[in-house]
């Protein structure tokens, strides 16, 4: 279990599948006084609830998935039943659609929930799978903020395109997610929380083929850094880090573009990220 705390929200990442290669992340996403919770692709029951403590079994009001494969929703009907046995008698399953195993609130685009202070949009970001969601978490009291972003954005990297296309996987990333959660000046506020603990594979990609000489990127550099001396990155980092080492969150880079193959910057976004995806694909 890793812990990490927001000054009026707490974000509890618990390890999933750590021992077999997956290194999915699980979240239990509470208010300040801890009273209401979200959990977020509890994909495997007895890892997820064997971090959960009695207190915080109660406290949660929903499951929730950021897309429908297995591996984020797979535990739903289990987890389901183990917090029933708890004594929390819950029955919300909160998903992009109802191929998640007993989904039952189907959230619209940009559609609004409330738990306890925290305010929380619904971002779909259709690509990876048609059914992605990005979940971005405001206190408007204190402006601390998280997004969970499941398997459309990771820190280095996003998604494989599998339900989707490049121009679906560039919308998602550089025009809904980023439109969605403010501007410039607030994205330095957003920590990200992604699905998988993808980050040394990630660095080592952009790297070897991307980032080149240390003197390509410095913000890279410290990623790299990081990650180094880090097994655990997630919560580390926010969307305005992204933007400045991630690939796939800059497409209009020359060194991006150099690196792709468009040496005279004349592709189209949907090709650099096209390209992109397909190196780090057979990397």
Request: glycine fraction near 8%.
């Amino acid at each position: 279990m890793i812990k990490q705390s927001i000054r009026k929200m707490h974000v509890k990442a618990i390890k999933m599948r750590w021992l077999t290669g997956g290194v999915n992340y699980s979240y239990l996403l509470s208010t300040q006084d801890k009273k209401k919770s979200w959990l977020i692709d509890p994909a495997e029951t007895l890892e997820v609830m064997n971090d959960l403590g009695s207190d915080e079994a109660k406290s949660i009001e929903a499951l929730v998935n950021t897309h429908h494969h297995y591996d984020h929703a797979g535990g739903n009907v289990s987890t389901l039943a183990a917090l029933n046995e708890k004594g929390n008698n819950i029955s919300r399953v909160i998903a992009g659609s109802q191929r998640s195993p007993i989904a039952n609130d189907i959230p619209d685009n940009l559609h609004e929930y409330t738990l306890g202070n925290l305010k929380i949009l619904c971002i779909r970001t259709p690509c990876h799978t048609q059914d992605s969601t990005c979940y971005y978490v405001r206190d408007p009291e204190t402006k601390e903020q998280a997004i969970f972003t499941g398997d459309t954005l990771f820190t280095g990297g996003c998604g494989r395109f599998f339900e989707g296309t490049a121009e679906e996987m560039d919308d998602a990333l550089n025009f809904r997610l980023l439109g969605n959660t403010g501007d410039t000046s607030n994205w330095k506020n957003v920590k990200v929380y992604p699905g998988h603990e993808y980050t040394a594979g990630n660095v080592s990609f952009i790297r070897n083929y991307i980032y080149l000489k240390k003197s390509d990127n410095d913000h890279f550099n410290k990623l790299e850094s990081f990650t180094k001396e880090h097994e655990v990155t997630t919560g580390h980092f926010t969307i305005a880090d992204e933007l400045s080492f991630n690939p796939f969150m800059r497409l209009d880079d020359p060194i991006v573009r150099r690196q792709v193959g468009d040496s005279q910057g004349c592709w189209t976004r949907a090709q650099v990220m096209d390209k992109l995806r397909n190196m780090k694909n057979k990397a």
